[in-house]
């Protein structure tokens, strides 16, 4: 063992004088980091405009309405997301906190370029109107976040008319159509 130290010590030895004799090639320095590449593109959209709507906002739109009669929490009844093998994993006031980030963040969603309507047409992202609704439904989610992280029903109450209103908005112009093939024309 005492050989293996003396070993080690000598090989140091040896190597900080060879890096310090004269005519010695500095060392190289380390390789730089490569600048960040661009941003990747954005992918295509894929599902329709309906779809996100169902598979996103509809469930989270709807899980901050219930908190108009239903305490997230309330232990002997928490709050969950109701479905799967993990539903009871995020109960409470979590839940609530997910689906106002989720109606939040679902603005960028709805205004990706490509997506297209259920009837086919594409959405109208730019149109200011579609774009000012889109930007009303970001706002109603950060609300309802504000609204879940104080953990009162009565903030929750008065944020549930908020998120309606800014459905509203964009479903009375845009969605709220006798025919569906009208659907994304205002």
């Given amino acids: 063992m005492r050989v293996l130290g003396v070993s080690f010590a000598l090989l140091f030895w040896v190597a900080a004088a060879a890096a310090q004799a004269p005519g010695a090639k500095p060392a190289t320095p380390a390789p730089t980091a ?6 990747a593109r954005a992918s295509a959209p894929v599902g329709n405009l309906a779809q996100v709507m169902r598979s996103i906002l509809f469930h989270n739109s709807n899980l901050i309405f219930s908190t108009q009669s239903d305490d997230p ?20 006031w979590p839940v609530v906190e997910s689906a106002a980030v989720a109606l939040a ?6 205004l990706k370029p490509g997506r297209l309507c259920s009837n086919g047409r594409p959405v109208p992202v730019d149109r200011a109107d579609f774009r000012k609704f889109a930007q009303g439904l970001r706002a109603a989610g950060q609300a309802a976040l504000k609204a879940a992280q104080s953990k009162n029903m009565d903030n929750m109450i008065e944020v549930s008319g908020t998120v309606s209103e800014a459905c509203e908005n964009c479903h009375s112009v845009y969605r709220d159509k006798p025919d569906l093939k009208n659907r994304c024309i205002p």
């Fill in 34 to 39: 490569k600048p960040a590449a661009p941003a």
């Fill in 105 to 110: 963040e679902s603005a960028d969603l709805i």
């Fill in 73 to 92: 929490g309330d232990p002997k009844k928490p709050l969950d997301a109701s479905f799967g093998t993990y539903a009871k994993t995020y109960t409470g």
